[in-house]
Nanobody
Framework: QVQLVESGGGLVQAGGSLRLSCVAS????????MGWYRQAPGKQRELVAA???????NYADSVKGRFTISRDNAKNTVYLQMNMLKPVDTAVYYC??????????????WGQGTQVTVSS
């Protein structure tokens, strides 16, 4: 079993920055892809950014150039640096971690979510 603990959310003014962290803990697991998703009120959860085990990244068009995803494999941690925040970025942000069970089987886990609110 893998537990994910997120931190770093909060209230910030438009144009400001926040850094989210997500730490995976447990035993006997190997992490593959890691990512951040967000869900605004009344909307579906959407991908914000993802990073593979070898460091390849993927971003939603709406955050390209403003957000940066990174990971520290030694700490089982994924980060999301968010700059130039806009009110439309307001949402609950969730980390998602893909765990390798075997070479052909994987599972995934979600964090509990952290609220990001951007005021205008």
């Amino acid at each position: 079993q893998v537990q994910l603990v997120e931190s770093g959310g909060g209230l910030v003014q438009a144009g400001g920055s926040l850094r989210l962290s997500c730490v995976a803990s447990g035993s006997g697991f190997s992490i593959d892809d890691m990512g951040w998703y967000r869900q605004a009120p009344g909307k579906q959860r959407e991908l914000v950014a993802a990073i593979t085990n070898d460091g390849s990244t993927n971003y939603a068009d709406s955050v390209k150039g403003r957000f940066t995803i990174s990971r520290d494999n030694a700490k089982n941690t994924v980060y999301l640096q968010m700059n130039m925040l806009k009110p439309v970025d307001t949402a609950v942000y969730y980390c998602k971690v893909v765990v390798l069970i075997t070479s052909a089987l994987s599972s995934y886990y979600w964090g509990q979510g952290t609220q990001v609110t951007v005021s205008s």
